[in-house]
């Protein structure tokens, strides 16, 4: 059965439409346009309606919560869809050649799958057994550390449900809140990483895919990190190179630990 897709696209954002569509020709994806919600035009009001922010950290801005509502939208069109899994995508993507196969045939997905992440955020992550072959060259494991990015990602029916009802206000933006364990809504459940991935946004590559005048996304400039404010930011600030062995170190113990990698997830054509 086909993994039915969305990509994410701004009514005024046509040249990342026009490349979207165009990968879409050349693979024949099972994907359809759904019209983003454009997160400049929300006053102040609308976003505290929707949005409320973890003790210490920033408000997100208008795009920010934009992003959310497009990713929620599209969580509502799986769950009330008549497929067992769907897919969410951006509009600034580069798919591998197999794409085509893996999203023509949901053969490929552990029956209990809920959330798969099938694109790289181009940095290390630990992925841990069981592992599961797709095709020659790809393998699916069980992420157990943070791998941000939301630009390609696959739901189950089920957790697209839960998903919606979960997240009528939201604290952080939407990758955060599905690949970071920290923010997590459902912490018993574990997402799955396709690696290599078979997408990637081309702001994580040095390559350049998206046709000459594309538009840039408001949201890279509305959020270089998830901020933090006041004294929060402070030590936030003086304990970064110390989180940051920290982390590493944790995460390659975990990886050891559970028999899995902490490996670099790229993306392969």
């Known amino acids: 059965m086909k993994v039915p897709g969305y990509y994410i696209n701004l009514d005024r954002a046509k040249k990342r439409s026009e490349h979207m569509l165009s990968e879409v020709s050349r693979l024949n994806l099972p994907l359809t346009r759904l019209p983003a919600v454009d997160g400049t035009n929300l006053s102040r ?45 951006e509009d600034d993507l580069k798919f591998s050649d197999d794409s085509k196969t893996l999203l023509n045939d949901d053969s490929w997905l552990p029956s209990d799958a809920d959330i798969i992440k099938i694109e790289t955020y181009q940095r290390k992550a630990v992925v841990s057994p069981p592992f599961v072959d797709v095709g020659k060259t790809r393998q699916l494991g069980r992420l157990k550390s943070r791998h941000l990015g939301a630009g390609g990602y696959i739901l189950s029916q089920s957790i697209a449900n839960r998903l919606v009802e979960r997240t009528q206000r939201f604290k952080v933006p939407v990758d955060y809140l599905m690949f970071d364990a920290k923010y997590a809504i459902f912490p018993e459940i574990t997402p799955w990483q396709l690696f290599p991935a078979i997408c990637v946004q081309q702001v994580r590559t040095h390559q350049s895919f998206l ?4 538009e840039k996304s408001s949201l890279d400039s509305a959020r270089k990190v998830l901020k933090l404010r006041g004294w929060a930011k402070v030590q936030r600030e003086l304990s970064r190179p110390v989180t940051n062995l920290s982390r590493e170190f944790s995460a390659r113990l975990h990886a050891r630990q559970a028999g899995g990698k902490w490996m670099f997830i790229r993306y392969e054509e």
Do not use: N, T, Y
């Not at 046709?211 to 594309?214: F, K, L, M």
């Open 211 to 214: 046709p000459e005048g594309a």
């Open 45 to 89: 009001e609308q976003i505290d309606a929707l949005h409320q922010p973890e003790k210490g950290m920033h408000r997100l801005s208008g795009p920010e919560v934009g992003c959310f509502l497009s990713h929620r939208a599209a969580w509502e069109k799986i769950a009330a869809g008549q497929h067992k899994f769907g897919a969410v995508f």
